[in-house]
Nanobody, 124 residues
Framework: QVQLVESGGGLVQPGGSLKLSCAAS????????MGWYRQVPGKQREFVAQ???????NYDDSVKGRFTISIDSAKKTVDLQMNALQPADTAVYFC??????????????????WGQGTQVTVSS
């Protein structure tokens, strides 16, 4: 089975920076894309940023110019450098990945996976 493990969340003051990291483990043959979503209580999970296995990136307009996503397809890792953080960025951040992986004997498929989430709080 595949697991995504996030790290790097925490409490930061407005204007500060945090870096989130996510590592995928398991028998993974190909990374199609890895990225980040976020969710606040009572709201739907929303897209933040994504990087394809070849390195093409895409950002939500609300984070463009402040957040930078970087992927290492060989290591199956993705980072999100978050600068100029604002209270509105407060949320649980989830790592997301579409991978071709082995799910068991003779079972290789492309599937979407989610991490367990890491809390980011921006407050003075």
């Amino acid at each position: 089975q595949v697991q995504l493990v996030e790290s790097g969340g925490g409490l930061v003051q407005p204007g500060g920076s945090l870096k989130l990291s996510c590592a995928a483990s398991g028998i993974i043959f190909r990374v199609d894309h890895m990225g980040w979503y976020r969710q606040v209580p009572g709201k739907q999970r929303e897209f933040v940023a994504q990087a394809t296995g070849s390195g093409t990136t895409n950002y939500d307009d609300s984070v463009k110019g402040r957040f930078t996503i970087s992927i290492d397809s060989a290591k199956k890792t993705v980072d999100l450098q978050m600068n100029a953080l604002q209270p509105a960025d407060t949320a649980v951040y989830f790592c997301n990945a579409q991978l071709e992986a082995s799910l068991g004997s003779h079972d290789i498929r492309v599937s979407e996976w989610w991490g367990q989430g890491t809390q980011v709080t921006v407050s003075s």
